[in-house]
């Protein structure tokens, strides 16, 4: 596709539940980020793959949450038991590079309901 | 300390009219990019316009230009003749050179064009 794209777009979890968001990258992008964005806020930093190498998950609450990027293209953010504080949107991005002077284009998030 | 400053919660201009949105950075590397999204209420993050560290040029892109001030670390959008589409939240975000691995974002300000 022409952009990044995520699903679900909505997902409604019952507290203790699993849950598994997707991410298609802009093909041929090598760098892949994961951020968390509540309600009112500026993202917040979760992930970081180049390729299929997860390179920084400094940003990660909790061992809880997830990610992978198996063949360097699509990517998974997974939430193990989740709680009410997880609620958030929850974006991903994609870059051509992983260099300072190369713009980040944003999918149009998932926004997560635990109750 | 905050990566990345934004101390304008909320901003209103009327229509046609030129607005600034203000943006302070702190880093140490001497490699950087600055970047300005806007984000709808529909939840997307739109990429603007970008300033990298070594430009010696402010960045323009149509109605949005880059005031940088490098000694100041501050990076301002400017947005000439205010459109009512203009509405939204705008958010100022960094990315280093040294790793590139993640953009620092500031908690953003909420843009109303009064009509």
């Known amino acids: 596709g022409a952009g990044v794209s995520q699903s679900p777009r909505y997902k409604v979890a019952k507290r203790g539940q699993d849950v598994a968001l997707r991410c298609d990258p802009i093909?041929?992008?090598?760098?892949l980020f994961w951020y968390q964005q509540a309600l009112g806020q500026g993202p917040e930093f979760l992930t970081y793959?180049?390729?299929?190498?997860?390179?920084?998950k400094s940003g990660l609450p909790s061992d809880r949450f997830f990610a992978e990027r198996p063949e360097g293209s699509v990517s998974t953010l997974k939430i193990q038991r989740t709680q009410q504080e997880d609620s958030a949107v929850y974006l991903c991005?994609?870059?051509?590079?992983?260099?300072?002077?190369?713009?980040?284009?944003f999918g149009q998030g998932t926004r997560l309901t635990v109750v | 300390a905050q990566k990345i400053t934004q101390t304008q919660p909320g901003m209103f201009v009327q229509e046609k009219e030129a607005v600034t949105l203000d943006c302070t950075y702190d880093?140490?590397?001497?490699?950087?990019?600055l970047f300005w999204y806007k984000q709808p209420s529909s939840g997307e993050m739109i990429f603007l316009i970008y300033?990298?560290?070594?430009?010696?040029q402010n960045a323009t892109e149509g109605r949005y230009s880059l005031n940088f001030q490098k000694a100041r670390k501050s990076a301002n959008l400017v947005i000439s003749a205010s459109q009512l589409g203009d509405s939204a939240m705008y958010f100022c975000?960094?990315?280093?050179?040294?790793?590139?691995?993640?953009?620092?974002f500031g908690t953003g300000t909420s843009l109303t064009v009064i009509p």
């Open positions: 991005a994609s870059s051509l590079y992983a260099a300072p002077n190369t713009e980040a284009f």
């Open positions: 093909s041929g992008h090598v760098s």
């Open positions: 793959f180049q390729n299929e190498a997860q390179l920084d």
């Open positions: 880093t140490s590397d001497p490699s950087y990019g």
């Open positions: 300033q990298g560290s070594y430009d010696q």
């Open positions: 975000a960094m990315r280093e050179g040294g790793t590139g691995n993640q953009f620092y």
